[in-house]
């Protein structure tokens, strides 16, 4: 299982963004793929979840209505859309994957997730 994530940098508040985790070694359609974030001094935070089999989405209620995730089977590609960005939405994002379909209250958890990319970095600037 392979995670690859692309598409971080320098933005400012208010600004966009596209991240995406480009996937291998697996099953796409039989995955569940999240986005993680930790910032400076702050805990792994789960802030939106994919079931790539059904397209059932969760977001973390920081993001929701901002960030849109979603998915291309045909290229085993997850995405993140990041509109409105803000300061506090500076962070590492990582893309994660799990094997099988997640409950809603699982959807977010970082644990239940065994595999990960490098991660990519996100600055937003104020």
């Known amino acids: 299982v392979q995670l690859v994530e692309s598409g971080g940098g320098l933005v400012q508040a208010g600004g966009s963004l596209r991240l995406a985790c480009a996937t291998s070694?697996?099953?796409?359609?039989?995955?569940?793929i999240a986005w993680f974030r930790q910032g400076p001094g702050k805990e792994r935070e789960g802030i939106a979840c994919?079931?790539?089999?059904?397209?059932?989405?969760y977001y973390a209620d920081s993001v929701k209505g901002r960030f849109t995730i979603s998915g291309d089977n045909a290229k085993n590609t997850v995405y993140l859309q990041m509109n409105s960005l803000k300061p506090e939405d500076t962070a590492v994002y990582y893309c994660?994957?799990?094997?099988?379909?997640?409950?809603?209250?699982?959807?977010?958890?970082?644990?239940?997730?065994?595999?990960w990319g490098q991660g990519t970095q996100v600055t937003v600037s104020s």
């Open positions: 070694g697996f099953t796409f359609d039989d995955y569940t």
């Open positions: 994919l079931s790539t089999d059904d397209g059932r989405t």
């Open positions: 994660a994957a799990h094997e099988f379909p997640v409950e809603s209250d699982y959807a977010l958890n970082p644990h239940v997730f065994g595999s």
